[in-house]
C-alpha cells in the first residue's frame, strides 16, 4: 500500500528559510498478507533467465562488494507509450481483469508467475521497489549495513532513510532488487522514494547526492535491460528526465505541479498520474490537454481506479 506525506511549504522555500521540507509521495506500508518468502531476492525464479545466488562477499560489508550484482544485458528496453493506461495495484491478490495496458505491483511480493500471467494477457509489468529507505519487513532487510539507515520516516516507524551518498555500500542490496525483478519477468521498475535529499534524514544530503543516486539508480536498471519510472522529486525533473524512461506522480493536480512534467511529455515519454482526493472533474481536463495518463485510486492502491 501506498502512503502519502503533505507538503505544508513549498521546498523552495523551505531551501531559502535553512529547514528540512517533506515532500509528497505515496509508499506500501507492510502487506497485510504474508510475503512471498518461497524464494529470497537472489534465488528467485525467472521467466527466461535465473539472477545469480549471492555470497557472503557479495553482502555489505564483505570482502570484494560488486559494483554490480548481475552482468549488464543486451535486452532490449521496453517504453510505455505516451498517453497509455497504468494499474497500479500495491495491495491485496492482482486483478487481471483490469482492461490496462500497463500494469504495477510489488516486485517482492508477487511471483513471476503473476508477471507470466500478465504477459500472457498482453501487459507489461513495472516492479515496485523501496530504493530510498529501508523497510523492516522486506527479506533482505538485515542486509543492509547499519552504517547507511537514518531517521526514521516521518509517520512510518517501520522505515528508516537511507545515507544515498554511500553508494558501494549500497550497491549489493539494491542492484539484487533490480535482478530480483528483472528474474522474474518485469518489463520495467519504480524505484520508490528517491528525494532524501528534501526530508529529515539525518544525513546532510544536497540535491546533488539526489542526483548521482538518481542516475545510477537508472544506470542500474538499463544495465539490465529494463526501464526505469521517475516517482515523485519534481523539483528535479529537468535534471532526471533525460536518464528516466517514464514518470509517476501523485497528487500533480492537487498541488498544481502537472505542467512540471513537460520535460517527460516533449521527449514523448509516458507520465501516469493518481489522484486520491480529487474527482474526476477537477483534474482530468488537463491532465488530456497536457497528454497525462490520470486515475483516481483508493490510498490503499487496492485493484480499483477510476481512470479519466
Known amino acids: 500500500m501506498f502512503r502519502r506525506t503533505a507538503v505544508t511549504i513549498p521546498l523552495l522555500l523551505c531551501l531559502l528559510l535553512g529547514v528540512q521540507c517533506t515532500t509528497h509521495r505515496h509508499r506500501p506500508t507492510q502487506p497485510t498478507g504474508a510475503p512471498d518468502t518461497s524464494l529470497s531476492p537472489a534465488?528467485?525464479?525467472p521467466t527466461t533467465t535465473k539472477?545469480?545466488?549471492?555470497?557472503?562477499?557479495?553482502?555489505?560489508?564483505?570482502?570484494?562488494?560488486p559494483t554490480t550484482v548481475a552482468p549488464p544485458t543486451n535486452r532490449p528496453i521496453w517504453r510505455p507509450a505516451p498517453r497509455?493506461?497504468?494499474?497500479?495495484?500495491l495491495s491485496g491478490s492482482v486483478d487481471l481483469s483490469v482492461d490496462a495496458p500497463v500494469y504495477e505491483i510489488d516486485g517482492e511480493h508477487n511471483d513471476a508467475s503473476v508477471v507470466a500471467a500478465l504477459h500472457a494477457r498482453g501487459r507489461k509489468v513495472v516492479c515496485y521497489f523501496d530504493a530510498g529507505?529501508?523497510?523492516t519487513y522486506r527479506s533482505d532487510h538485515a542486509d543492509i549495513?547499519?552504517?547507511?539507515?537514518g531517521q526514521t520516516v516521518s509517520g512510518w516507524p517501520d522505515e528508516r532513510w537511507l545515507d544515498i551518498r554511500q553508494i558501494q555500500a549500497l550497491t549489493p542490496v539494491i542492484a539484487r532488487r533490480i535482478d530480483m525483478c528483472r528474474a522474474k519477468g518485469f518489463d520495467a521498475v519504480d524505484p520508490d522514494m528517491l528525494e532524501a535529499y528534501a526530508a529529515n534524514s539525518g544525513f546532510p544530503l544536497?540535491?546533488?547526492?539526489?542526483?548521482?543516486?538518481?542516475r545510477w539508480i537508472a544506470k542500474l536498471a538499463h544495465d539490465r535491460?529494463?526501464?526505469?519510472?521517475?516517482?515523485?522529486n519534481v523539483e528535479q525533473i529537468a535534471q532526471l528526465a533525460p536518464y528516466f524512461d517514464f514518470a509517476i506522480n501523485e497528487q500533480c493536480a492537487q498541488y498544481n505541479e502537472c505542467h512540471r512534467y513537460q520535460p517527460f511529455l516533449a521527449?514523448?515519454?509516458a507520465v501516469f498520474q493518481i489522484e486520491y482526493d480529487l474527482p474526476l472533474s477537477a483534474f482530468c481536463a488537463e491532465a488530456k490537454e497536457l497528454g497525462i495518463h490520470a486515475q483516481r485510486k483508493h490510498l490503499s492502491l487496492d485493484a480499483w481506479s477510476q481512470p479519466c
Open 43 to 45: 534465488t528467485k525464479a
Open 51 to 65: 539472477a545469480p545466488a549471492t555470497t557472503k562477499a557479495d553482502r555489505p560489508g564483505g570482502a570484494g562488494s
Open 84 to 89: 497509455s493506461a497504468l494499474q497500479i495495484q
Open 133 to 135: 529507505a529501508a523497510e
Open 145 to 149: 549495513p547499519v552504517s547507511v539507515l
Open 206 to 214: 544536497t540535491a546533488q547526492d539526489q542526483l548521482t543516486y538518481n
Open 225 to 232: 535491460g529494463l526501464a526505469v519510472a521517475m516517482k515523485g
Open 267 to 269: 521527449a514523448g515519454k
